[in-house]
C-alpha cells in the first residue's frame, strides 16, 4: 500500500514527497487510494521512461544460501548483491531477513517463485538481530555485497515444511524522503530436521547426449581415418567442459546415466587418429586424442557398478518417426538397428551391461503412435513427462510407473522438476534459487501425502549447460543428505508397485504439442534415408569387404534420425546432404570408362568396353550388359557378361557383335548387379558398320565364276596339247609354250594371276580384320590402371 501511494503521480504530474514526516500518514494514503486512474499522469512520448520506483527501485540478488537444507543447531549463511536502479541516492540503507510459511502445496511454491516486489501481509516481518545488516550510502546505478548469518534456531520456523525465506532492502531514497522497503528477493527455506518414516524415492536421469559429429567420410586408408564435421567435442571434453564436468559431477551422484552410444563411438574415434572438416571442405588432423582417452577411461570409472541405460544409437527421433516417418519403407528397420547397436557398443566401450528396454520420446512427450513405435523399436518403458499424460486432477503426485497396455509401462517424469534447471544458470542468482524451489518442491510432494510410499522420476533436458549440470548436482547431492528424499534406479522406479488413481490413458496423435510437432524432422528427409539406405545395400553388394562402407555409412544414417537435429533445421539438412553425396561420389569410384564412336568393316568383330574401379578393395558381382539400338543391324551376340575388377585397376570386356546390314547403329553399356538394378551411369557410343553389300557379293561371285570358267578353259586347252603332242609323237611340243599361260602373252595366265590378286584383296575386305574406329587402344588391354589411347581397335 505504501509502495502504491509513493509511486502515484499528482494531477500536475508531481512526485508526493512529504518532507515533515519519516511514514506516509494514513489518511493521505486513504486519499491516494482512492484517486481516479483517470487523474494518475503518464509520461508523453518523447519523455523519460519512468524510474523504478517502491519495493522495485533496487534489484536484491540473493547468489549464496548455505546449506540449502539446514538441520538445527547449523548456522544459516545467506549473502549476494544489491543495486540501485534509480537517479536517486539511498541513505540509511540495510538488508534483512524475512520468513513466512509453512507453504503447503506444489502449487503454493510455484506461485511463491514467480512473485516479485514487497507485499507486507505475505513476506513477514523483519528477523532482527543477525538477521538484519546496516550498508552504507548506495548511489545511483552503485552495486554492493551483502551477508547474513543466523542461526538456525533464530529462525521462526515453527514446523516441519517449505518456507519463503525474502532478503529485503530499506532505505530513504532522495526522491522520497522517508524510509521504505525498496527492493526484495524471494527464495525458499525447505525444513525437515527429522528423518521422515517413509522417504519419497527419487530416480534422476542423468543423460550423456550431443549432438552427432561423426560423419560418412572416411580417409582412402586402410586405418580409414574417421572424418568428424567439427572438434566442438573436444572443447566439451576437456578440462572443465560441459561434458567432462557431466562425467565428473555425475561420478559422485546416485543417479541412472542414460546414454547416447553414438557418443562413446565418436569418443572411440577421436582417442585414434581422426581428421576434421574445415571451413572450406578440406579435412586437417584433429588433436583431441589425448583429451578423448582420458574421458572414456573418466567415464569407464564412473559407471562403474551404476545402472546404465542405453538409448538406440544415434538417439532416434521417436515421435518424429511416429507422426512422419513410419509409413516410409525402412525407417523402422533402422529404429531396429539402432536398438540392438546400442547394446554391443555399450559393451565394447564401457565394459557394462546396459538396460536397452527404454525409449525415451522428446521432452517426455507421448501419444499412442509414439507408443507404438517405440514397441516396434523393442522398448517396454516409455520415459513420459507428467504434462503429456495428466493427473485425473489428483490433490497429490502419484507414483510414476503406469502400466499402459502391450507389456509397456509409462514411467512418467514429474515436468516441473524435469525442467527445474532449464534456465541461465550461469547467474548466481538463478542458480541459486533454482536448486532451492528444487529441494522445495520434492518436500512439499513428500509431504502431500507422507504414510504413502511414492517414486518420482526427474529427465531434465538432453543437453544441458555446463552450469544447468553443476545446478542439477548440487541439488541431487543436497537431496541425497536430505531426511524425505532416498535415490532409486530407473529399472526399479519402472517395476514399482503403480498407483491405482493414476492416469494410464496414452493420449491419441491429436494431443501431441504442435510446438514440439514443428521441430520433427520432415517426412522428406526420411525419403532421403530410405534412397541413400537403399543405395548403400546395392553398393555394398558388389564390395569384396563391404563393412568398410556399411558400418560408417549405416551409423551415418541413424545419426539423421537423431532427437539432436531438433531446431537444427539447416544443420540436419547439411548432414543428410553431405552423406548422400560422399556415397554418391564413391559410388561412382566404380565406373564405365567413356568411349568414341567405331567402325565396323566386314560381318562380324569384336566390341571392348572397358569398367574401372578407383576402390582400395576388390569389386565383384556385376555385370556389364551391352545393348544394340537396331540389333537388325547390329547385334551383340552376348549381351551380358560377370565382371570382377581389382581395387585400383580397370579391365576390358569384350563382346562379340555380328553385322547384318550397313550404317551407324547407337550401343548403350550398363553396369548392372546380379539381382538386375542399374549401378551407375550408362555410356553410349556409335558404331558405324560397313559389312559387305550384296553387289558387292555378286561381283565376287562373277569374279569366282570366271575363275573357274578360265580353270576350265586351261584344263582343256592342256588336254588338247597333250593329245596333239601324242599325236606327233612328242614334237615341238615346247615350241607352243605361247599358250600355256607364260607371262605376257594374254593368255589365261594373266586371268588366274589377276584373279589369284582379287581374291585375295576381297577376301581381306571382306574380313574386317583389325580396321581402326575412333576409340581407345587400352580398351583391349586385361587389366590396366591407367586410361585408354586416342584410337579403339574393333577385333574379330
Known sequence: MAELAHSTGSPGGSRVRPRAHRRLPAALLFVALLLPAALVQLPAAGEARAQPSGSRSVNVSVDYLDP???????????????????????????????????????????????????????????????????????????????????????????????????????????????????????????????????KTRLTFVWPLVATPQLTARTEADEEQTPVLAGDGLLEQMEPGGRLQQMVALGEELPVTWVIDPDL??????????????????????GKGQETARQWLADLQQAVKGREVVALPFGDPDLAAIAHRGRKVSGTLDQLGDATALARTTVESVLNTEPETDVAWPAEGAIDRRVVGVAGAAGAQWILARSDSMGENGLPYTPTAARPIGGGQTAVVADAQLSRAFEGDMSRAETFSLAIQEFLAQTLVTTQQQPNMQRSLVVAPQRTPTLGQAQAMAEAISDLDTSTWMTPLNLSSAAVEPPDPAANRTVPGTGAYPKRLRKQEIPREAFERIRDTGQQLDMFSDILDDSRRVTVPFGNA???????????????????????????????????LIDKSDLTLSGNSGTIPVTVQNNLVQNVRGLELRLTSEAPS???????????????????????????????????????????????GGKKTFQVDVTSITSTVLLVIGAGILLLVLAGVRMYTQRKRADRRAEANGG?????????????????????????????????????????????????????????????ERVER
Open 68 to 198: 540449502s537444507v539446514p538441520s538445527g543447531g547449523d548456522d544459516l549463511t545467506v549473502s549476494g548483491t544489491v543495486t540501485n536502479r534509480t537517479d536517486a541516492r539511498i541513505a540509511d540503507p540495510h538488508v534483512a531477513l524475512r520468513l513466512s510459511g509453512p507453504l503447503t502445496s506444489r502449487s503454493a511454491v510455484t506461485a511463491a517463485a514467480r512473485k516479485t516486489g514487497w507485499d507486507p501481509a505475505y513476506d513477514g516481518a523483519e528477523i532482527d538481530g543477525p538477521g538484519t545488516r546496516e550498508l552504507k550510502n548506495l548511489a545511483p546505478g552503485m552495486t554492493r555485497d551483502f551477508s547474513l548469518t543466523i542461526p538456525v534456531d533464530r529462525l521462526p520456523l515453527d514446523a516441519p515444511g517449505v518456507y519463503q525465506l525474502a532478503v529485503s532492502f530499506s532505505g530513504t531514497s532522495a526522491d522520497a524522503g522517508y524510509e521504505q522497503v525498496l527492493g526484495i528477493e524471494h527464495t525458499f527455506l525447505p525444513w525437515q530436521p527429522d528423518n521422515l518414516a517413509t
Open 264 to 285: 562413446l563411438v565418436t569418443a572411440a574415434a577421436m582417442a585414434e587418429p581422426y581428421n576434421v572438416t574445415t571451413a572450406d571442405g578440406e579435412t586437417v588432423p
Open 557 to 591: 544414417l541413424r545419426r539423421e534420425m537423431s532427437t539432436q537435429w531438433r531446431g537444427r533445421k539447416a544443420e540436419a539438412e547439411a548432414f543428410r546432404r553431405e552423406v548422400q553425396d560422399y556415397l554418391a561420389d564413391i559410388t561412382s569410384e566404380v565406373q
Open 633 to 679: 543391324r547390329l547385334r551383340i551376340e552376348e549381351e551380358t557378361q560377370s565382371i570382377e575388377v581389382a581395387g585400383g585397376h580397370s579391365t576390358s570386356v569384350k563382346f562379340e557383335a555380328s553385322a547384318r546390314a550397313s550404317g551407324p547403329v547407337t550401343i548403350t553399356a550398363q553396369l548392372f548387379t546380379e539381382d538386375g538394378k542399374p549401378f
Open 731 to 791: 614334237d615341238g611340243g615346247d615350241g607352243d609354250g605361247g599358250g600355256d599361260g607364260s607371262p605376257g602373252d594374254g593368255g589365261p595366265g594373266d586371268a588366274e594371276t589377276g584373279s589369284d590378286g582379287d581374291t585375295g584383296e576381297a577376301e581381306k575386305e571382306a574380313s574386317g580384320t583389325h580396321l581402326t574406329g575412333g576409340g581407345r587402344a587400352g580398351d583391349t588391354d586385361t587389366e590396366s590402371g591407367a586410361r585408354s589411347g586416342a584410337s
